[in-house]
């Protein structure tokens, strides 16, 4: 079998060399009995880089969604297949060169989304598996969208999921800034590289290099800008992945609104319950407040002979409406003498 570059556009760096046409098509019946693998459960280790060097072939699956790609050093893995990848809507809708594609108002976003990160058919690995030199967050009263993780001008830098690039341009805040669509919606940022290797729609899969590290735009020293983004909004990367060892910290991810804005930041589990939980707190004690407040304010009138709904409506600043409402009445309700009625 030949190799397809369809199949395997952008999927792995494949020189001449690597290759060996006279290897056997794997079976459909085996093809199908390694796809029952079981699911993955978190933490997720990053793949070590270079370990999959050297793509032999590709194969077909009895699944037209998935293919398997064979490696010199007898390890194999599975790719989905980029033709049928594209024609989802995450890769054709809100496509454009910006780095915020969608424009969305925050109170657009869903409440909470779980993404899946990485399942038997796509895998991760840590762009720059080093200490966090710079958190998400405000930092001197500008906000800032991502991780700051150091290295040195020319290091490799990797995507970290499966995807298609999305923007590949000079900015002048970012420098070099390579954006990569995933499959499940997340987006990830690569700034002030010292050079890009992909171009806008190229497909890349987790661990292929993308970009050198560098400083450029608006940068100190040589360093990795990282952002992970949903729907245009950023997020601490750090929800997602442990530094400095580059794990991801579970298989799938559940994003809280909360998260995408721009003062929040990764606290770990227990203390984000906490925080819940003080949150509801706090939210019903308002909420006493307020109807103790409503309870203070409301006044009453003893109708007196010559009282009408218009006149009381505009002694007590208010309307016949509201008087209606607040009484339980209709504006042709007959207004006994001694009655009392709420007017505030
Ligand atoms: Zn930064």
């Known amino acids: 079998m030949l190799i397809s570059a369809v199949a395997l556009s952008g999927a792995v760096a494949l020189s001449a060399q690597t290759l060996d046409t006279s290897l056997k098509p794997m079976t459909r019946q085996r093809a199908d009995m390694l796809l ?48 049928i990848l594209a024609t989802e809507k995450y890769f054709n809708e809100n496509w454009n060169e910006y780095p915020d594609a969608y424009h969305l108002d925050y109170s657009n976003l869903p409440e909470r989304t779980t993404l899946w990160l990485v399942d038997d058919n796509s895998q991760y690995c840590c762009p720059n598996p080093v200490a ?36 590949s341009k000079y900015y002048h805040g970012y420098g070099n800034l390579i954006i990569v669509r995933h499959a499940n919606g997340l987006e990830t ?28 735009g608006r940068s100190s020293g040589p360093h990795l800008h990282f952002e992970t983004r949903y729907k245009g909004y950023a997020f601490d990367p750090e929800w997602l992945i442990k530094f400095p060892e580059g ?27 906490e925080e819940e939980i003080l949150l509801a707190e706090q939210e019903e004690r308002a909420e006493a407040a307020r109807k103790a407040q409503q309870q203070a304010s ?7 002979s010559g009282d009408t709904l218009g006149k009381l409506a505009v ?29 505030h």
Not at 190 to 214: C, E, F, M, P
Not at 247 to 260: D, E, P, S
Not at 323 to 336: D, F, G, S
């Open 36 to 83: 029952g693998r079981t699911a993955i459960t978190g933490p997720v280790k990053s793949l070590i880089p270079g370990e999959h060097m050297g793509a032999l072939d590709t194969l077909e699956t009895g699944n037209p969604e998935v293919r398997i790609v064979l490696f010199a050093d007898n390890t194999w893995k599975y790719i989905r297949n980029a033709d």
């Open 298 to 304: 409301v006044q009453y009138h003893t109708i007196r």
């Open 247 to 273: 794990h991801l910290r579970n298989a799938t991810f559940t994003l809280k609104r909360k998260y995408l804005n721009p003062a929040s930041h990764y606290v770990p589990s227990s203390d984000d319950e």
């Open 132 to 167: 966090v030199y710079s958190k998400f967050g405000y930092r001197h009263k500008r906000r800032h969208q991502g991780v700051d993780l150091p290295l040195k001008t020319g290091d490799p830098v990797r995507v970290a999921f499966d995807g298609k690039v999305r923007v």
């Open 189 to 216: 940022f690569y700034a002030h590289l010292s050079a890009r290797d992909v171009n806008v729609g190229d497909w890349v899969t987790a661990g292929q290099v993308i970009g050198k590290g560098g400083s450029t």
């Open 315 to 343: 002694k007590y600043h208010t309307t016949v409406n509201q008087l209606c409402k607040w009484n339980n009445i209709t504006p042709k309700t007959t207004l006994r003498i001694g009655r009392k009625l709420r007017v």
